[in-house]
């Protein structure tokens, strides 16, 4: 496997709340688009759920990284882009029953999460892109 370790403290550093502080890789990386609430016809799905949202962005994230023989476990980064910060635990919650089992033992990977005034359309609660360190 491609990701090596995930830095979940350092002195001087509260721990992550679900999230590692740093993850090292080896090899070849590759940076995922950010993936919205479309379905396979590029229609919306769930209007004004970010829960449901979050579930389809987080499915075709799955779909790209399957594509690139990738899993959960080997996706480094995750960056959040979220209408309202304060909704975050919708968005772990829904990551972490996609991924969590996926990953076990292993901690969350290293994660940034920015409030934004838009989305590419008005209808997009969130918006998820990844750094995804490739298995060998």
């Given at each position: 496997?491609?990701?090596?370790?995930?830095?979940?403290?350092?002195?001087g550093l509260a721990p992550g709340p679900g999230f590692a502080h740093?993850?090292?890789?080896?090899?070849?990386?590759?940076?995922?688009?950010?993936?919205?609430?479309?379905?396979?016809?590029?229609?919306?799905?769930?209007?004004?759920?970010?829960?449901?949202?979050?579930?389809?962005?987080?499915?075709?994230?799955?779909?790209?990284l399957r594509e690139l023989g990738a899993d959960w476990s080997d996706?480094?980064?995750?960056?959040?882009?979220?209408?309202?910060?304060?909704?975050?635990?919708?968005?772990?919650?829904?990551?972490?029953?996609?991924?969590?089992?996926?990953?076990?033992?292993?901690?969350?990977?290293?994660?940034?999460?920015?409030?934004?005034?838009?989305?590419?359309?008005?209808?997009?609660?969130?918006e998820v892109d990844a750094v995804v360190a490739l298995p060998s």
């Amino acid at each position: 496997m491609a990701v090596h370790d995930r830095l979940t403290t350092a002195p001087g550093l509260a721990p992550g709340p679900g999230f590692a502080h740093a993850v090292t890789v080896s090899g070849r990386v590759a940076f995922v688009s950010g993936q919205v609430s479309v379905d396979a016809e590029g229609r919306v799905v769930g209007a004004g759920d970010l829960a449901a949202q979050t579930r389809q962005a987080l499915t075709n994230m799955y779909a790209v990284l399957r594509e690139l023989g990738a899993d959960w476990s080997d996706v480094a980064k995750l960056g959040w882009y979220l209408l309202d910060v304060t909704q975050v635990q919708t968005i772990r919650d829904v990551r972490d029953e996609l991924i969590r089992p996926a990953l076990g033992e292993l901690p969350n990977p290293a994660s940034t999460l920015v409030q934004v005034p838009a989305l590419v359309r008005p209808e997009f609660l969130v918006e998820v892109d990844a750094v995804v360190a490739l298995p060998s």
